[in-house]
């Protein structure tokens, strides 16, 4: 489960000397993604609340023609990524209202589009952190 390699990455010092590793919400997904939905605009109930979801703030291309379908600028400096679906920390449905949901959002860079689906599918994942310059 993720929440288990999660779990690995923060322990003790840390990976990389780091123990804040989440996964990221579905606008740093899509920051990376080329494809049809980096600009989409129909993902709604997000949680948690993700302002940045649709956008397409570094401009990538709608139309991904090799596979993975992935930022060139980001894979030279964060390494390789697979031809498949990553799972965000965005969650889809929240039913019955009040509950937790049982659908997230992941972002598939063999197409480059963004779809839900319910928690329990395997899909990989990508951990990612906030940090300040230098840090």
Known sequence: AYTDFLAALNAGEGFAGHSNWRLPVISE????LIGPDVESAELLNTEPTDTAMGTNPTAQLVVCETSPCIDPGFAAVAGPTASSSYWSASS?????PGS?????WL???NSGIVFDNIKTHESSVRAVRTSSCGS
């Open 100 to 104: 937790p949901s049982s659908y997230a």
């Open 29 to 32: 997904l899509q920051s990376i």
């Open 107 to 109: 972002a598939h860079f």
């Open 92 to 96: 889809s449905d929240p039913s019955p």
